[in-house]
């Protein structure tokens, strides 16, 4: 069980837009960043979004992130087959010691 | 480039140990922290263990702590994960990640991230 919950699944024919939602804590998104990672079939994550909305160079500005509460969204619009990965959210958690989070993930689809 | 490659995984039964590296290139090692991310077959992330830029601070996941050590050797560039007492719970695809300064840098990210080297524990 994750502590940041994703829904597992997300679909889009091109063009569309899309949005995958994130649910934390305060102890976490209500209180920390919030970082999403993409991971193509067979290959390893890659930053989408860090610090809730900030794009690193190289990445399209199809894709966006926002944060409101303890919830975080990415949305991806002009939906693209290349687009087609599993999405991670993820963030510090306060709790206790202190950790890293991710959510359980959400499959992509393009139709 | 910035690089990381990392090694050690393979197939070991449970109670054993294991160790695993990670070799960086492209970019000043011992200015970063550095965490171990694990993958289970079919599954999704799981923070493992991070490592502050001079090993000053460390910190691990509930479900390793006792169990794993991470180190790092900055004069080679390398980072490591000594797992001990391996369960079958622990098999997974272990990635090393680049992060900020302190391994508990809230505002700073995993990025790049290694290949992963497959770790399966089984008899």
């Known amino acids: 069980q994750s502590v940041l919950t994703q829904p597992p699944s997300a679909s889009g024919t091109p063009g569309q837009r899309v949005t995958i939602s994130c649910s934390g804590s305060?102890?976490?998104?209500?209180?920390?960043?919030v970082y999403w990672y993409q991971q193509l079939p067979g290959t390893a994550p890659k930053l989408l979004i860090y610090r809730n909305n900030q794009r690193p160079s190289g990445v399209p500005d199809r894709f966006s992130g926002s944060k409101s509460g303890t919830s975080a969204s990415l949305a991806i619009s002009g939906l693209r087959s290349e687009d087609e990965a599993d999405y991670y959210c993820?963030?510090?958690?306060?709790?206790?010691?202190?950790?890293?989070?991710f959510g359980g993930g959400t499959k992509l689809t393009v139709l | 480039e910035v690089q990381l490659v990392e090694s050690g995984g393979g197939l070991v039964q449970p109670g054993r140990s294991l160790r695993l590296s990670c070799a960086a290139s492209g970019f000043t090692f011992d200015d970063y922290a550095m965490h171990w991310v694990r993958q289970a077959p079919g599954k999704g992330l799981e923070w493992v263990s991070g490592?502050?830029?001079?090993?000053?601070?460390?910190g691990y996941a509930d479900s390793v702590k006792g169990r794993f050590t991470i180190s790092r050797d900055n004069a080679k560039n390398s980072l490591y994960l000594q797992m001990n007492s391996l369960r079958a719970e622990d098999t997974a695809l272990y990635y090393c990640?680049?992060?900020?300064?302190?391994?508990?840098?809230?505002?700073?990210?995993?990025?790049?991230w290694g290949q992963g080297t497959l770790v399966t524990v089984s008899s």
């Open positions: 990640a680049k992060g900020g300064h302190n391994w508990n840098d809230v505002e700073w990210w995993f990025d790049p």
């Open positions: 490592i502050s830029w001079n090993s000053g601070s460390i």
């Open positions: 993820a963030a510090w958690d306060d709790s206790l010691s202190g950790s890293w989070v």
């Open positions: 305060s102890s976490n998104i209500g209180s920390n960043y």
